[in-house]
């Protein structure tokens, strides 16, 4: 099965409510798209949202990166050579993870059809039945108590809250939403490096002294800050950890090193794809690290192959934050994983079963 051709296109899909974090609001999802097509006639999907205040991709340089860079070097590759063809995609250029991870994906997709199984599978088995978890965007704190409940309605158990805007506000949001949901869904914070390490611990253990049940808190402080992540830690009961601090395995040699977090969040579009997600993932189980599973506002493309390796990977693998589908209004991917709410159900057909994507926009 060869690669002869390589082609792009962009998606864009609106959400049901806008999604806030303390780094940006975000009201579609909008990706490029990559089709790796065969000489077999199979086609693999990928995808890359833009999100450059996190991987410093644009949707103008993850583009150039696959049309300069990646299309001359798969066209004419047999996609049975996938390690080989993995490195070269990892060494052709640095950072650029969003692009690397859409044509990685793709490729993923194309091996698994070759053998003419699951993705799951291929990468080691397990459950095809997964839960999520589905994020509450920081806002005003009846709107997040209102969004909360509507989430425990529709079935959700575990409800991730965004904050850190305003130290003082999201203690109050945190009691409310707790107060309102309590004994029908856990909570986890993420304060997307919104946080100094003494503002972390002093929220959390005014949380925690109030009786506010957390299962974690993610990434407090800025990326680059793994002392203060230590820092926090070292001085609070909850779990803490690691997102935007993990793009490949030497971040995460180096948190566990300096015991600056409890949990390492994977994401495939700071991993540059699924070779390193699954090197961090055997990694972190070398070291008995909890992993998360996670995505970055992505279509359901990219949520399924992390999904698809969550599966493969559990229980090193223990939870999971691939809500993007239950947050878009619908779900142009015809074919593959199926998302109800809290539920993810992996496909048997081969690779990640796509079929076709309606409402594509081809690049010329």
């Given at each position: 099965?060869?690669?002869?051709?390589?082609?792009?296109g962009?998606l864009?899909?609106?959400?049901?409510?806008?999604?806030?974090?303390?780094l940006?609001?975000?009201?579609c999802v909008?990706?490029?798209?990559v089709?790796?097509?065969t000489?077999?006639?199979?086609?693999?999907y990928?995808?890359a949202?833009?999100t450059?205040?996190?991987?410093?991709?644009?949707?103008g340089?993850?583009?150039e990166?696959?049309?300069?860079?990646?299309?001359?070097l798969?066209l004419?590759?047999?996609v049975?050579?996938?390690?080989?063809?993995t490195?070269?995609?990892?060494a052709?250029?640095?950072?650029n993870?969003?692009?690397?991870?859409?044509?990685?994906?793709a490729l993923?997709?194309?091996f698994?059809?070759?053998y003419q199984?699951p993705?799951?599978?291929l990468?080691?088995?397990?459950?095809s039945?997964?839960?999520?978890?589905?994020?509450i965007?920081?806002?005003?704190i009846?709107?997040?108590?209102a969004?909360?409940e509507?989430?425990?309605e529709?079935?959700?158990e575990?409800?991730?809250?965004?904050?850190?805007?305003d130290?003082?506000?999201d203690i109050?949001?945190?009691?409310?939403?707790?107060?309102?949901?309590?004994?029908r869904?856990?909570l986890?914070?993420d304060?997307n490096q919104?946080w100094?390490?003494?503002?972390?611990?002093?929220?959390?253990?005014?949380?925690?002294?109030a009786?506010?049940?957390?299962?974690?808190?993610?990434?407090?402080v800025?990326?680059?800050?793994?002392e203060?992540m230590?820092?926090?830690?070292e001085?609070?009961?909850?779990?803490?950890?690691a997102?935007?601090?993990?793009f490949?395995?030497l971040?995460?040699m180096?948190v566990?090193q300096?015991?600056?977090?409890?949990?390492?969040?994977i994401?495939l579009?700071?991993?540059?794809?699924?070779?390193n997600?699954?090197?961090?993932a055997d990694?972190?189980?070398?070291?008995?690290?909890?992993?998360?599973v996670?995505?970055m506002l992505?279509t359901?493309?990219g949520?399924s192959?992390?999904?698809?390796?969550?599966?493969?990977?559990?229980?090193?693998?223990?939870?999971?934050?691939?809500d993007?589908?239950?947050?878009c209004?619908?779900?142009?991917?015809?074919?593959?994983?199926?998302?109800?709410?809290?539920?993810?159900?992996?496909?048997?057909?081969p690779g990640?079963g796509?079929?076709k994507?309606?409402g594509?926009?081809?690049?010329?």
């Open positions: 099965m060869k690669i002869v051709d390589v082609k792009l962009m864009k899909v609106p959400l049901i409510t806008p999604f806030k974090t303390a940006r609001t975000v009201e909008e990706d490029v798209i089709m790796l097509e000489d077999t006639g199979h086609i693999g990928g995808n949202p833009a450059a205040v996190i991987t410093g991709d644009t949707h340089s993850v583009i990166a696959i049309r300069t860079i990646y299309t001359p798969l004419n590759r047999d049975a050579d996938l390690n080989r063809l490195r070269e995609i990892g052709a250029m640095i950072n993870t969003s692009a690397k991870a859409a044509v990685e994906i993923y997709d194309l698994a059809q070759s199984t993705l799951y599978r990468l080691g088995g397990g459950e039945s997964l839960t999520t978890d589905i994020t965007s920081v806002d005003y009846d709107k997040m108590v969004d909360a509507m989430a425990v529709r079935g959700f575990i409800l991730k809250l965004k904050v850190g805007k130290i003082r506000l109050e949001r945190i009691k409310a939403v707790y107060s309102a949901v309590k004994g869904a856990l986890r914070l304060a919104g100094s390490p003494k503002q972390a611990v002093m929220a959390i253990r005014s949380l925690e002294e009786g506010v049940l957390l299962e974690l808190v993610e990434q407090p800025k990326a680059s800050n793994l203060g230590r820092y926090i830690s001085r609070v009961k909850t779990p803490i950890m997102d935007e601090s993990i490949g395995p971040e995460v180096e566990i300096r015991h600056a977090a409890e949990i390492i969040n994401k579009m700071k991993t540059g794809g699924i070779s997600a699954l090197k961090i990694l972190a189980g070398l070291y008995d690290i909890e992993c998360m996670g995505c992505e359901s493309i949520v192959a992390a999904a698809h390796v969550a599966a493969a990977k559990s229980p090193v693998v223990s939870k999971l934050d691939l993007v589908p239950s947050l209004q619908f779900d142009p991917v015809i074919g593959g994983a199926t998302y109800k709410d809290a539920d993810i159900i992996l496909n048997e057909t990640l796509i079929e994507i309606e594509l926009q081809l690049l010329a």
